[in-house]
Nanobody
């Protein structure tokens, strides 16, 4: 069973930056796509970005495009989410998740398309 562990969350002032990390127990078929989602209470999880761990192809949601970047380090089996120009609307629990194919389509489908999840890391942005 693949495991995902997030880190890097915390509290930051508006305009600041954070980098989240998602370490996978393995980069195999089950983690062909690794994505970041975020969730605030009483709302559905929102797909933020996804990356092919093989080719490195990425997709970033329009809501964060230009501010968030997803990247990977295969040697460390880690996917990163660099978040810049943070605002209060970015406050949420951030989760990484994995699925075995169709990265972009599955991100657009939503959380139900992803089979493996980490425990989450909290990001709080104060104005």
């Amino acid at each position: 069973q693949v495991q995902l562990v997030e880190s890097g969350g915390g509290s930051v002032q508006a305009g600041g930056s954070l980098r989240l990390s998602c370490v996978a127990s393995e980069f195999t078929g089950a983690t062909r796509c690794v994505a970041w989602f975020r969730q605030v209470p009483e709302k559905e999880r929102e797909g933020v970005a996804v990356i092919y761990t093989g080719s490195g192809g990425t997709y970033v949601a329009d809501s964060v495009k230009g501010r968030f970047t997803i990247s990977k380090d295969n040697a460390k089996k880690t996917v990163y989410l660099q978040m810049n120009s943070l605002n209060s609307g970015d406050t949420a629990m951030y989760y990484c998740a994995a699925v075995d194919d169709a990265c972009f389509a599955n991100l657009r489908k939503g959380a139900s398309a992803f089979a493996v999840w980490g425990q989450g890391t909290q990001v709080s942005v104060s104005s």
